[in-house]
């Protein structure tokens, strides 16, 4: 049997110099980790840029078939890809647990193996949080804080008409991958028995949905070629919703191209397996944590070879209005049911 250690064993301290251990700090910006009553942090003239997100079991995760090192990463990258919505440099982030007594030390020390593949991933210290007891499942909120010189800073309400929007990576395969983990779980609840089986031509869009990445990547080549978007959006509700986000906050409207709307074969094929039109998950699918981002038209030499970006479309004056043309060369109107909890 799997050793299982209840946390009042360790206590609050002790789970907490648990994690102390395990996190070195690795950025000289980082003065003071976990162990006072806050941190010290050296923006080094920059500003600062803060996020945070709460994550509930039950409504946004569920331990039956999400592993929990997977949402600790999962975790950090939600955060950090807010972050890297602002073109700022992510550097630190705290982690606040509410705890329920299903929860050992054991899996609370997967987690944060999960939290720290992140940390390593996207170079981020871990310098503090709180900790306690929950009697309803396990509750995870994160705080990350990133850093950037003003005017590298980008919003989502300053994109202007005539701009290229730009997405990066592809769309609807976290969607997929959550039908199908959703639709495993049901025969497994079905027939305890039965071993929930992941088929090796659903192992992208699984991967898209357990092990989402936060686009860094993008947010560094952007700076490499001398690239500030006029502004830019993560997708974490869909592409149409953050589009239509875009739009109205900026006072504009766009149109964007049916046949450009970057789609992986594998979402194709579950989509069609699932019943489900392979373009409106892409478009409302969420949880892509993709990057949805507005150039001016005269940087479009410097962005058209990067990596793993497709030029979707263009920003119009026809006010907070979206529109996707159609293969069929009808244009249509971007709606967003978007994703709500309540
Ligand atoms: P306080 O009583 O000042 O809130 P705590 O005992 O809650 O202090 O926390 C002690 C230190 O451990 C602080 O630096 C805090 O940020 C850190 N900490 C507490 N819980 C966590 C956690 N779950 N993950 C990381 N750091 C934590
Ligand atoms: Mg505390």
Redesign the pocket.
Known sequence: MEQRTELSTLG??G??KL??EK?PINNPETLK???????VIDSAGKELVVSTDLLIEGIHFDLSYCPIKLLGYKSVAVNVSDIAAMNAIPKQI????GLSNRISVEAVEEL?EGIKAACDEYKVD??????SASRSGLVISITALGFAEKEKIVYRNTAKVNDIVCVSGDFGAALMGLQTLEREKQVFLANPDMQPQIDKDRDYVIERQLKPQARMDVVYELRDLGVVPTSMIDVSDGLAAELLHICKNSGVGAVIFEDKIPIEDQTYLTATELNFSPMTAALNGGEDYELLFTVKQEDYEKIKNMNDVSIIGYITNDVTDAKMMMKSGNLVNITAPGYEHF
């Open positions: 609050e301290f789970l907490i994690i102390n996190f980790g976990i162990g006072d009553d806050a941190a705290t982690v606040s647990l944060y871990l310098v503090g949080g709180d900790t």
